[in-house]
C-alpha cells in the first residue's frame, strides 16, 4: 500500500463524523442483527458480525480479505476458531461481502497506532470512531502484509473470544448456573457439575442477540490449540480439482466479451480511431471509446488515459478486431522519454540534492567524512518492474434499471465498487461487487482501472460483458514498481569500522521506514528528492523494501569487504544492540554452514532485512560459469513474532522469494520513445521450474508482536545474490538485473569446460 499518512486517515475520520461514536472490534455481536439477512443464510444464526453458527453445529469464519493464493482466509480461520475453542474439523471460511458494515478497521488501527495498548474504557470510542473512518474511506484492503498483524491480532482473534463469552452467557442463562463452571472445547459447552454438554449451535440464537464485550480475554500463546499448528487450507482443495471459481471463470446469460488498448505513451490522449475493419471482422459487436479514468482512495490517486474497447461474441474475436484498430495517439510531449533519460534526469537530481527531504540524521555525519581514514562511494539503481499476476486483469459487469452488478478478483472490494459508482455517475448503493479468487495480486489488482472499464463496456454494451487485458496490455499499461537510484557514502576508521553512512534516493514512497538500516553506525544522514516521471507507479510486493533492502544490503556487504572483513561478521559486530536482528542472522548462517568452502565459479552471499515487523535473513549459493548465474540454494531465516500458520509462512517465504528472484535476475520494464519496450513473458521473463533453487526456510518464534508473512522475504533475495555474485566473481552489481552484465567466469581456469 502507498501513500498512508496518520494526517489523512484522522482528517477522513474527522470528515466521517463528528466525535467519538461507540463501537466494537470487528462490528462485533451488536451488529449481526443488522446484518444477518445479508450474510446467513437458511439454518444459519449470525452470532457476531464475523461468526455464525448454523444447525449442525458448522462455525463459519467471516473474513474481510481477498484470497489471492496466500492463504489467508485460512489462517484468519485458525485465530477465530482458536479464540473460539472450535472444532476445526467443523469451521468454514467465506470473504465478507463488499458492504461498509465490512469496512476494515483493524489495518487502519494496526497501522495508525502499532502496539498501542488502549485502556479498556475507551476502545469502545477507538474503535467506533476508526470504523467509521474506514466506512468512510471504502477500506476492505487486503496488502501491507496486514492481514495477520492487523486484522487477525486486532480483530479475528477478538471476534472469536467475544463470541464465545456471548455462548457461555446464553448457556449459563439457561442452564441457570455461573459463567465460572461452564467450559467451552471443540465447539461445545459442557457444564461438569451437572454433566450437561450441548452444542454451540444450541445457544447461537439466544447469543446473537447479546452485547458483546469490546476486551474479552484472549489466549497467551501457551495456550493456542489451532494457531501455530498445520491445518489443510480451505482453498487448495478447489484449486486442485478445477472447481475454485476465479473471476476469469464467470459465466453469465447473453455475456459478451472485450478488451481495451490505451496510448502506448503513458499520459497520451486519443485523436481518433478508423475501425472499419475491426467491424468487419466475424464475431465483431462494437468498437466503444472510453474516457480517461480518475481515482482516489486510501491506496493512493490514481489517473489512468482514454482507451478503446472491442466488444464481441469471443475473446478471440475481441482480440483480432483490436489489432485490425487504426488508433491515433497524442503523446503528451513524452515521445522521446526514455530510460536512460530517466536514470540521467535521476543522477541530476541527486547531484543538485535541491530540496533534499530527511528520513534520518544520528550524530554528525560530515564530521565522520572529514574524520576518515577511508571513504566508499557507491550509486545503485533498479528499473521499473510490472507485477505480471498469473491470471490476467478481468472483470465481467451488467449494468441494467440503474444498477450494476460486478464479478472481479481485487484487493480492496469497496474501494472497486466505489470507485466503479463514480464513474458510472451511480450511488454506491446500486453496485453490487461480487470479489472471487485472484491469480496473484501484489498490489496491481489494489487499482480499480480494469474493473471500471468493464463497467463502463457492460453499461454502453447493454448486455453483460467479460473484458480481459491481454498480456501485452497488462505489461505495457501497469502502475510499476518504481525504478530508483541511491548514492551512498561510508566513512571507516582505521580499524575498518564504519563511523558515518550517507544515502541520498530519489522519491519516497511507502513503508517510510524502508531505507533505514539496523547497523550501528553512529552518523547516519538518509534522506531524498523529488524526481518525479511519467511513468504511472503504484505498490509491488513489499513495496518500497523491495528497492531498499538491494541499496542497502548490497552496499553494506562493499563496506564490509572494503573494511577486509567477513560480510557475515561484520553485520554481526554492528548488531549487538540488535539481540533480535543478531539472532535472525546467525540462524541464517548456521543453516547454510557459512564459512563453508565453495568450489570454483561458487560465491555465498547474506541479506538481512527488517520489513512489515517481521525480520528475515537469507543466504544465496550461486554459480556462475560462462557468464551464466545458477541460483543453487537459498537459506531463509524469518522471525515474525509467532508463525499462526508454519506451513502458510513457508510458502510464502517462497512465493517471495522466487517473485524477487525474478527481479533480480531478468525483470525489467524499459522505457523507449516514451512507451514500454516490452510485452509479454518473451521478452519480460520470470524464473521457471528448472532455474528455480533449492529454497529451505526456518521460522523463529521469538514472542515479538506478530509482524507480516506475505512480503518480508522479496527485498532480501536481490543483495544475497548480487552478494554471491561477487563472492563468486570478484564483479560487484550495483545495477539490476543480473542478466544484463557481463558476468563470464574463465570455465577453463575454473576446471568447467565441458
Not at 204 to 230: C, N, R
Not at 239 to 245: H, L, S
Not at 519 to 548: E, K, L, M
Not at 616 to 635: F, P
Request: aromatic share 8%; with cysteine.
Amino acid at each position: 500500500m502507498n501513500k498512508w499518512t496518520r494526517r489523512a486517515f484522522l482528517s477522513t475520520g474527522i470528515i466521517a463524523g463528528t466525535g467519538l461514536v461507540v463501537g466494537v472490534a470487528m462490528r462485533p455481536g451488536n451488529r449481526a442483527q443488522d446484518l444477518k439477512d445479508l450474510v446467513a443464510g437458511d439454518g444459519e444464526t449470525l452470532v457476531h458480525a464475523y461468526v455464525k453458527i448454523d444447525a449442525d453445529n458448522i462455525v463459519t469464519a467471516i473474513i474481510p480479505h481477498s484470497e489471492m493464493g496466500q492463504g489467508i482466509h485460512t489462517s484468519l480461520a485458525q485465530m477465530v476458531a482458536d479464540e473460539l475453542d472450535a472444532d476445526w474439523d467443523l469451521v468454514r471460511v467465506e470473504e465478507a461481502p463488499a458492504i461498509g458494515e465490512y469496512a476494515n478497521y483493524a489495518v487502519g488501527k494496526g497501522f495508525l497506532f502499532p502496539g498501542a495498548k488502549f485502556p479498556n474504557i475507551i476502545v469502545p470510542s477507538v474503535d467506533g470512531t476508526l470504523m467509521r473512518v474506514a466506512d468512510a474511506l471504502n477500506l476492505q484492503i487486503t496488502g501491507g502484509s496486514g492481514s495477520i498483524r492487523f486484522t487477525g491480532q486486532l480483530g479475528s482473534r477478538v471476534a472469536g473470544a467475544a463470541t464465545k463469552q456471548l455462548l457461555v452467557q446464553a448457556a449459563a442463562q439457561e442452564w441457570q448456573v455461573p459463567e465460572s463452571e461452564i467450559k467451552t472445547a471443540k465447539s461445545h459447552l459442557i457444564h461438569t457439575p451437572s454433566s450437561r454438554r450441548e452444542p454451540y449451535s444450541a445457544f447461537a440464537v439466544a447469543a446473537s442477540k447479546m452485547k458483546p464485550s469490546y476486551t474479552p480475554t484472549l489466549k497467551t500463546s501457551d495456550q493456542f490449540e489451532i494457531m501455530g499448528k498445520h491445518v489443510e487450507r480451505f482453498d487448495i482443495p478447489s484449486k486442485v480439482d478445477g472447481t475454485a471459481q476465479f473471476a476469469l471463470d464467470v459465466r453469465l446469460p447473453n455475456m459478451l466479451y472485450a478488451t481495451v488498448t490505451r496510448s502506448p505513451v503513458f499520459g497520451g490522449s486519443l485523436i481518433g480511431t478508423k475501425d472499419e475493419a475491426a467491424r468487419a471482422i466475424e464475431g465483431v459487436v462494437d468498437v466503444v471509446e472510453l474516457p480517461s479514468i480518475q481515482s482516489a482512495g486510501m491506496v493512493g490517486a490514481f489517473a489512468a488515459g482514454e482507451s478503446v474497447a472491442v466488444i464481441a461474441e469471443g475473446y478471440w474475436p475481441a482480440i483480432q478486431g483490436l489489432k485490425a484498430l487504426e488508433i491515433e495517439w497524442d503523446n503528451a510531449g513524452n515521445g522521446s522519454v526514455s530510460s536512460e533519460k530517466i536514470f540521467a534526469q535521476f543522477d541530476d537530481d541527486i547531484s543538485a540534492a535541491q530540496d533534499r527531504e530527511t528520513d534520518s540524521v544520528i550524530g554528525d555525519a560530515e564530521d565522520g567524512f572529514q574524520n576518515a581514514a577511508k571513504v566508499i562511494t557507491a550509486d545503485y539503481r533498479v528499473p521499473f518492474l510490472a507485477h505480471t499476476c498469473m491470471e490476467p486483469l478481468n472483470a465481467t459487469a451488467e449494468v441494467k434499471d440503474g444498477r450494476c452488478e460486478i464479478w472481479v478478483g481485487c484487493q480492496n472490494p469497496l474501494g472497486f465498487r466505489q470507485a466503479v459508482a463514480d464513474a458510472l455517475g451511480f450511488d454506491v448503493e446500486n453496485v453490487t461487487l461480487y470479489n472471487q479468487f485472484m491469480g496473484g495480486g501484489f498490489g496491481r489488482k489494489s487499482r480499480p482501472d480494469y474493473a471500471i472499464q468493464a463497467a463502463l463496456v457492460a453499461q454502453h454494451a447493454r448486455r453483460p460483458v467479460q473484458l480481459i487485458w491481454s498480456r501485452e496490455e497488462d505489461v505495457r499499461q501497469d502502475f510499476y514498481r518504481p525504478a530508483v537510484q541511491s548514492r551512498f557514502r561510508a566513512a571507516l576508521d582505521n580499524d575498518g569500522n564504519p563511523i558515518a553512512w550517507e544515502n541520498t534516493y530519489v522519491d519516497k514512497n511507502e513503508p517510510i521506514e524502508a531505507p533505514l538500516i539496523p547497523y550501528a553506525i553512529p552518523a547516519q544522514n538518509i534522506g531524498y528528492v523529488s524526481s518525479p516521471t511519467h511513468v504511472p507507479f503504484g505498490a509491488w510486493r513489499s513495496v518500497d523494501h523491495s528497492q531498499h533492502g538491494f541499496f542497502t544490503e548490497s552496499f553494506i556487504d562493499e563496506v564490509a569487504i572494503t573494511a577486509g572483513k567477513d560480510p557475515y561478521e561484520y553485520r554481526a559486530s554492528l548488531l549487538k544492540e540488535h539481540p533480535r536482528h543478531l539472532a535472525v542472522l546467525k540462524r541464517a548462517a548456521d543453516e547454510a554452514q557459512w564459512g563453508r568452502p565453495l568450489g570454483e565459479g561458487k560465491g555465498r552471499g547474506i541479506s538481512l532485512q527488517e520489513s512489515f515487523g517481521t525480520l528475515v535473513a537469507q543466504v544465496v549459493e550461486a554459480t556462475v560459469v560462462d557468464g551464466e548465474i545458477s541460483v543453487d540454494r537459498v537459506v531463509a531465516v524469518i522471525d515474525a513474532g509467532f508463525a499462526i500458520s508454519p506451513d502458510g509462512i513457508t510458502a510464502q517465504v517462497e512465493s517471495a522469494i522466487i517473485y524477487g528472484l525474478t527481479a533480480a535476475l531478468y525483470g525489467e520494464i524499459t522505457i523507449e520513445n516514451g512507451a514500454v519496450l516490452q510485452s509479454n513473458f518473451h521478452d519480460y521473463e520470470s524464473v521457471r521450474m528448472d532455474k528455480a533453487p533449492l529454497i529451505e526456510t526456518h521460522i523463529i518464534n521469538s514472542g515479538n508482536a506478530i509482524g507480516g508473512a506475505g512480503e518480508p522475504g522479496t527485498p532480501g533475495i536481490a543483495p544475497a545474490l548480487a552478494n554471491a555474485v561477487f563472492d563468486a566473481t570478484g564483479v560487484r552489481v550495483r545495477n539490476l538485473p543480473l542478466n544484463q552484465f557481463n558476468l563470464r567466469f574463465g570455465a577453463e581456469e575454473a576446471g568447467l569446460a565441458s
